[in-house]
C-alpha cells in the first residue's frame, strides 16, 4: 500500500519541464516579460538622492551632532558645569572643567559655568544619554550628520563650535514623509 | 592612378585621395561613437534601474570616459610570472585589430557627389561582405584565446576556453540565418542587401532569420546574457583576469567595438540599412544618420537586455546553441531556398 501524505500536504507546485517547443516559447515570452517589467523603470523616474547638492531629510528626533544652547533672552548659557553629562557618557567622550560665574564675568545662569566643555565626536555613540542626564537641557541631539574630517584632533568640538549654528542646516523631515 | 580596389565590385572608380580621406572619416567618427556609447550605456542601465548612473565628470556625465581612460593609462602594466611576454602583449592588440578592421566594410549610405567625385559612404564595398564579417570575427576568436593562455593563469585560460566554444558554437547558427538574406537578396554585397530591401525590410520576410541573428549576435560579442567568458562568480574576469591597465580598455574597447558592429551589421541586413520607411526618400547625404539612428536602436536593445536577462548556464548556452539555434537557422536556410525554388521558376 503506497504511502499516502495525507490531504493537508499540499502538492509541489513545479514549473512546466523546459525544453521543447512550449519551453521555446514559454522562454520567448518570460524574455519579453522581462524585458517590460525593466522598461517600466524609466518613467518610474530615478529615486537617487544626489548628495552633496541634495540631503536625506532627518526625523525630528534624529540623534546628529550635540548641540549647546543659551537662553534666547539672555543670551546666557544654559549649562553650569555640573559634569552630569560626562558620568552619563558611557563612551567617555566628553569633558567638562567647571569655573565659577563671578558679578563681572557671568557666562552662565547658575552659580558655575563650563569653563571647557569639548566632544570628542570621534568617539561618540550617539546614544542621547548626555541630553537624557543633563537637568538644564543644555545639551540636545542636533539633526546634522555632516561630521566627517581628515584629522582626528579636529574632531574634538569645542564650546564654541558647539554652541555656533551649523554652517548648513539639515533638512527636517516634513509631517507626513 | 585611379585603379580599380581589387576586392572591390564597385561600378565606379574612386581616387586614392577619396579612399584614404574617408577611411580616416569613418575611423575617426566611428571610433568616437565608442566612448559615447559607454557613457550611454551606463546612463540606460542606471535608468533602467531607478537610477542615474554617470552623471558627475563633465556635462551629463559624458566627461566619464576621459576620466577613466587616464585613471587605466597611469596604472601599472602588471604580467603575471608564468605569463608568456609577447604573446601577453600581442593578444588585446589582436581584438582590437579584427574589430577595426570589420568597420572597414560597414556601408553607411549610398552614393554621394563629394568634391565632384563620385563616393560611396562606406569604406569598401566587397564582393564577399559576410564573409568578410566571419573571417575577422573568426581571428577575433585569437585574441581571446592567446590573451587566456599567454596569461599563464588557470582562470584566465578556461575563461578563453569558454569563449571559443561559444563564438565557435554560435557562429555557426549565424552564419546560417545570414545565408537566408543572401539568398533572398541574391548577393554577399552589403550595400546590395540594403538596395535589396527597397520593398520590404528583411526583418519581416526573414524574421526567424532576425531573431537567430540578433541572439547569436549576443552571444558572438560577449555580452550578457551570454557572458560566461567573463563570468566574475566563477572565472574573476575570464580571459581578461591578468591584463590591467590599457590593455584591458583594450579588451573592453574591443568588446564594445564588436556590439557597435554587430548592431550595424544587424540595422544594414535586417533593418534596411539607409533605408526609410512610408516611401520617405531624404537626400543621400542623410543615409550616415539613419544607419546610426538605427544603430543606436539596437545598440539600446544590447543594454536592456543587458539589464534584464540573468547570465544563462554553460549547459543552457551549449544546449540552446546546438539543440535550438542550430536546427532552426538550418531549417530556415531550407525554408527560404524551397520558396525562392518554387517563387522564381
Not at chain 1, 490531504?7 to 521555446?24: E, I, K, N, T
Not at chain 1, 523616474?45 to 552633496?52: F, H, N, R
Not at chain 2, 532576425?210 to 546574457?225: K, L, S, W, Y
Not at chain 2, 590599457?246 to 534596411?272: D, H, K, P, Q, W
Request: contains cysteine; neutral net charge.
Amino acid at each position: 500500500m503506497p504511502w499516502s501524505p495525507g490531504d493537508d500536504v499540499l502538492a509541489v507546485q513545479r514549473a512546466p519541464q523546459p525544453g521543447g517547443a512550449g519551453g521555446a516559447y514559454r522562454a520567448f515570452g518570460e524574455t519579453l516579460r522581462g524585458l517590460k517589467t525593466t522598461f517600466a523603470r524609466i518613467p518610474e523616474g530615478t529615486v537617487t538622492i544626489q548628495y552633496p547638492e541634495e540631503k536625506t531629510p532627518v526625523y525630528p528626533r534624529y540623534r546628529g551632532r550635540h548641540r549647546l544652547h543659551r537662553f534666547e533672552d539672555t543670551g546666557l548659557e544654559k549649562c553650569v558645569g555640573c559634569s552630569l553629562c560626562a558620568a552619563a557618557c558611557p563612551a567617555d567622550c566628553i569633558r567638562v572643567v567647571a569655573a565659577e560665574n563671578t558679578p563681572e564675568h557671568r557666562v552662565s545662569a547658575g552659580e558655575r559655568y563650563a569653563a571647557v566643555y569639548e566632544i570628542n565626536l570621534s568617539r561618540c555613540i550617539f546614544c542621547g544619554y548626555c541630553e537624557v542626564a543633563c537637568p538644564f537641557d543644555a545639551i540636545t541631539m542636533g539633526n546634522d550628520y555632516e561630521m566627517s574630517d581628515y584629522h582626528r584632533p579636529d574632531l574634538i568640538f569645542t564650546k564654541e563650535m558647539l554652541l555656533a549654528e551649523p554652517f548648513e542646516r539639515t533638512p527636517l523631515r516634513a509631517e507626513g514623509e | 592612378m585611379s585603379a580599380l580596389v581589387p576586392l572591390a565590385d564597385v561600378a565606379y572608380v574612386e581616387p586614392w585621395w577619396m579612399q584614404i580621406l574617408k577611411s580616416i572619416v569613418i575611423f575617426a567618427v566611428g571610433l568616437q561613437i565608442l566612448p559615447i556609447m559607454i557613457v550611454l550605456e551606463r546612463k540606460a542601465l542606471g535608468r533602467l534601474q531607478n537610477r542615474y548612473g554617470p552623471n558627475r565628470v563633465g556635462p551629463y556625465g559624458f566627461g566619464q570616459p576621459l576620466a577613466e581612460i587616464v585613471k587605466f593609462a597611469t596604472k601599472e602594466q602588471f604580467r603575471p610570472r608564468t605569463a608568456i611576454g609577447w604573446l601577453f602583449a600581442l593578444a588585446p592588440v589582436i581584438s582590437i585589430l579584427t574589430a577595426v578592421a570589420a568597420f572597414a566594410i560597414v556601408p553607411f549610405g549610398d552614393t554621394v557627389d563629394i568634391f565632384g567625385t563620385k563616393t560611396g559612404l562606406y569604406g569598401l564595398d566587397v564582393t564577399i561582405g559576410p564573409l568578410y564579417l566571419f573571417a575577422f570575427g573568426a581571428v577575433a576568436f585569437y585574441g581571446i584565446m592567446l590573451g587566456g593562455w599567454a596569461s599563464g593563469s588557470k582562470y584566465s585560460f578556461l575563461g578563453s576556453m569558454r569563449a571559443a566554444a561559444q563564438l565557435i558554437s554560435y557562429e555557426v547558427s549565424q552564419g546560417l540565418a545570414l545565408v537566408g538574406v543572401i539568398m533572398t537578396a541574391q548577393t554577399l554585397s552589403l550595400v546590395g542587401i540594403v538596395h535589396a530591401q527597397a520593398g520590404m525590410w528583411f526583418f519581416i520576410p526573414q524574421a526567424v532569420g532576425f531573431i537567430i541573428f540578433v541572439v547569436a549576435g549576443f552571444a558572438e560579442t560577449n555580452r550578457p546574457p551570454f557572458d560566461l567568458v567573463e563570468a566574475d562568480a566563477e572565472l574573476v574576469q575570464g580571459y581578461m583576469t591578468e591584463y590591467g591597465g590599457t590593455r584591458m580598455v583594450a579588451y573592453l574597447f574591443a568588446e564594445y567595438l564588436n556590439v557597435l558592429i554587430v548592431s550595424i551589421v544587424i540595422s544594414t541586413v535586417y533593418l534596411g540599412g539607409w533605408l526609410l520607411p512610408f516611401g520617405i526618400d531624404p537626400p543621400n547625404w542623410v543615409n550616415p544618420f539613419v544607419v546610426l539612428a538605427k544603430t543606436g536602436l539596437v545598440i539600446f536593445f544590447f543594454f536592456w537586455i543587458r539589464a534584464t536577462l540573468p547570465r544563462l548556464r554553460y549547459d543552457q548556452l551549449m544546449s540552446l546553441g546546438w539543440k535550438i539555434l542550430l536546427p532552426l537557422a538550418t531549417l530556415n536556410t531550407l525554408v527560404t531556398a524551397i520558396i525562392l525554388v518554387v517563387a522564381y521558376d
